[in-house]
């Protein structure tokens, strides 16, 4: 399409506004929290909902065409985006499915990779997930220890990954193995791209402390991969997984054109707003507790408006790649002061329940004990800002003991 | 800081910056003497002649605008001044006419004031804090009294920004039928000013004792059913231009300090090699750009008058005023000792900081009303 076809982004919106209206399902604001842990079903329905924005020619917004997608701006994501408010939206596939894996596979994938994931993805045929960290580091990826080794033409994958957002839900998975002992960490890499239903490939999932079971860990044991499995090139594995954290960190930061639809609720307080903390203690008329709730307001909104800046400052230049570790950085210090404004609206009640049943105050409870997984998910706060220090600033980086040195000669902790 | 900016904004922009860099310096503010004053009005009509107090007025009103959106212009000139600490009457200046053109066509007409702040030939300051009081400018203890042929007023104010200097007040009264604001010349009888300690040794302050002070009806602003949503209107202005000066200063600071980090050394590397101030500069820097998000966004929302105005500077006042805080205390904390003496420069752009932190709400008082906007 040229630029002489393109629909404007009023028109888009216009368009979108009269779609949704006849076919999109209203979200229901009345309806109970979800339980954490239980979202099975919550996979099934962002599947059909997907397939519906499909078939409404309303999916891939930005995704080119060739891919299945619109090939349109992010202004007209923008604007569906807003469009979409008071509806139900398939934003578990938001991230990582559309906003970092299938953007990576865009940037740095094979042609059929690209058609037959990112196509599948846009029609709500296939989830997608990574495999990156593991359990013996979390900010040092390129250190992994998982190996794929050469057999004729079929690779071997051997070793453990952890971490996985729904990787129990999703089909394909982007998962980075080192294919050379013999270099520096960065340099022996492969990135892969295989089906979660691949034999010897076994999956858990993991139950966090406020009983989210979304995260996985897996173990493949001689899991065997083709050569069209590798994504990018044979030992070029970081280029691929540097894109994979610009697009993450973009996505968490809020800043992916790739996002569309956002999430009704704030998954960081457990889904409760904090009016609805306040209004639940009956300490909504305390000035402490009204001043508290506009702080609350006030972080979310210069949130908000710190990823538009931010992601329009990128894409113009203005500011370079790195700098959506600030959106990285400041989403962590609003979502945890969020967690801790409302512990103490909650105050005295933050303990207990209502009866046997957890109730508002005690899911604001449950909320604060997951509260620095904030500054934990996509990167760890200290990397954002290694990376805005470093990247961003021009200061000196820091030493590391393993550079420029083969892997294999590298020194590893016990744990 | 706006990411884009026009030629014609850009030269806006280094007009502002040539005059401020010829009539001001940070090492006259540091030397004046107890009482001097820190601006005088051949200064400020020299800033009114490049068009600081035009901004925002329309054109038939002697106004006018080098982007045709005046607020955004008003906005970038803040910052100009607020990143060398620039004295003079530029905010109650820029808020009362904020008042004067909301109030336009509704009540006595104020055009000729209107012109001469304009073109600089008159300051004008808000007088709408009262001794002791917090803000609450719908809360006024000075009395305006209807006589024969005017109103009669009664009471003190405090924390004028410009009082001394100023041709008139605008002073916020209570009436009998309600809040109302007045228009008062500072030579009328029963007007005194005097001068108050203030923090910020740009910004000198005044308190005005009204004794029995008679004005003519003309001298009314708006109507009583229109006053709220003039003071609101002054209130946005005030806040921005705040927020903007606090953006420029914080710009000039952390500059200042990133190149300290980098100059400076200790046991044989720079600050700037230290894993823990890396990190302490990395979120100064993240909180320096939310601050540049939500002062424009607010600018923005004021400039289109959007109906989340009133929400937006709230949101940017409570984020800003605290922010410029935390940051200027940590480059101060990043200099070292060097940092609180008289002779840096961080003092001054503290002292405006904690100035316009406490001035125009503090930060609670801004969430409060983020809580009430949001019918909690």
Request: hydrophobic share 40%.
């Amino acid at each position: 399409m040229t630029t002489a076809e393109t629909e404007t982004v009023e028109s888009f919106r216009l368009r979108a506004r009269a779609w949704l209206a006849e076919n999109m399902p209203r979200l229901d604001a009345d309806a109970p929290l979800p339980t954490l842990g239980d979202d099975d079903h919550e996979w099934v329905r962002a599947r059909e909902l997907q397939k519906l924005l499909h078939a409404g020619g309303f999916a891939g917004i930005c995704f080119p065409r060739e891919y299945g997608g619109l090939g349109l701006s992010p202004a007209h994501q923008r604007a569906f985006t807003e469009e979409t408010a008071g509806y139900e939206m398939p934003v578990q596939l938001n991230i990582p499915t559309f906003s970092i894996v299938a953007a990576t596979l865009l940037d740095m994938g094979s042609e059929e990779q690209k058609r037959e994931r990112i196509s599948a993805a846009i029609r709500g045929d296939e989830v997608l997930c990574q495999f990156l960290s593991e359990p013996s580091g979390g900010s040092d990826l390129a250190g992994l220890l998982t190996r794929a080794e050469l057999d004729g033409d079929t690779w071997i994958l051997n070793g453990q990954k952890t971490w996985s957002t729904s990787a129990y839900a999703a089909d394909w998975g982007l998962c980075l193995a080192r294919t050379n002992w013999d270099v520096p960490k960065h340099r022996g890499l492969t990135m892969f791209l295989i089906p979660t239903e691949a034999p010897g490939l076994h999956m858990n999932r993991v139950k966090m402390v406020n009983g989210s079971r979304e995260f996985c860990e897996e173990f493949f044991t001689d899991v065997q991969l083709p050569a069209s499995a590798v994504v990018g090139e044979v030992n070029n594995g970081w280029a691929v997984a540097s894109r994979q954290l610009f697009h993450e960190r973009n996505a968490v930061g809020g800043g992916s054109p790739y996002v569309s639809g956002i999430a009704g609720r704030p998954r960081a307080l457990g889904g409760q707003s904090l009016f609805t903390v306040a209004r639940a203690t009956g300490r909504a008329a305390e000035p402490g507790v009204r001043e508290r709730v506009g702080e609350w307001v006030a972080l979310e909104a210069v949130k908000n408006q710190m990823v538009s800046r931010v992601s329009r400052a990128i894409g113009s230049g203005a500011l370079p790649p790195p700098a959506a570790s600030l959106l990285r950085l400041f989403h962590a210090e609003a979502a945890q002061r969020g967690t801790d404004l409302a512990m103490d609206i909650a105050g005295a009640q933050i303990a207990a329940g209502v009866g046997t049943d957890e109730g508002v105050t005690g899911r604001a409870g449950v909320s604060y004990l997951s509260r620095q997984g904030a500054s934990l998910g996509g990167g760890s706060s200290e990397m954002a800002r290694n990376q805005i220090s470093e990247r961003l600033l021009g200061m000196p980086r820091e030493p590391a003991a393993d550079r420029d040195i083969p892997f294999n000669q590298v020194k590893r902790g016990r744990v | 800081m706006e990411l884009e900016l026009t030629a014609d904004q850009k030269l806006f922009q280094s007009s502002a910056r040539s005059l401020l860099e010829k009539d001001h310096s940070l090492d006259r503010l540091r030397r004046l003497e107890p009482g001097e004053s820190a601006w005088d009005r051949d200064s400020w009509q020299r800033g009114a002649e490049l068009g600081w107090a035009a901004t925002i007025v329309p054109e038939e009103l002697g106004g006018g605008s080098v982007s045709g959106e005046g607020v955004r212009d008003l906005t970038l000139l803040a910052e100009e001044l607020g990143s060398v600490v620039a004295p003079g009457p530029f905010l109650p200046v820029n808020v009362v006419l904020a008042g004067l053109v909301a109030a336009h066509g509704t009540g006595p007409d104020h055009t000729a004031t209107i012109e001469a702040l304009v073109a600089g030939e008159q300051v004008a300051a808000w007088a709408v804090y009262e001794p002791g009081g917090h803000w609450a400018p719908e809360a006024a203890h000075v009395a305006a009294s209807p006589t024969a042929d005017g109103w009669r007023l009664d009471g003190t104010k405090d924390r004028v920004e410009a009082g001394l200097q100023a041709d008139l007040l605008l002073v916020t009264a209570t009436t009998p039928e309600g809040l109302a604001q007045f228009l008062v010349p500072t030579s009328a009888e029963g007007v005194t000013t005097s001068p108050q300690w203030a923090l910020d040794l740009s910004r000198p302050l005044a308190e005005v004792r009204l004794d029995g002070v008679v004005v003519g009806p003309d001298a009314v602003v708006g109507t009583p059913a229109t006053t709220a949503e003039i003071v609101e209107k002054q209130l946005q202005i005030a806040l921005l231009v705040q927020c903007a000066e606090l953006c420029g200063g914080l710009e000039k600071m952390f500059a200042l300090t990133m190149q300290w980090g980098f100059d400076r050394y200790s046991f044989g590397r720079p600050l700037a090699s230290y894993q823990a101030l890396k990190h302490r500069y990395a979120d100064m820097r993240t909180w320096l750009e939310a601050c540049h998000s939500t002062t424009q966004a607010a600018a923005e929302a004021v400039q289109a008058g959007s109906p989340d105005a009133p929400q937006l500077v709230s949101v940017a006042k409570s984020f800003v005023a605290e922010r410029a805080q935390w940051i200027l205390q940590d480059c101060v904390q990043l200099h070292g000792g060097i940092g609180v003496t008289w002779e840096h420069d961080l003092h001054l752009y503290l002292r405006r900081a904690t100035s316009d932190r406490a001035l125009y709400g503090t930060p609670e008082d801004h969430r409060r009303r983020l809580a009430d906007l949001s019918s909690l």
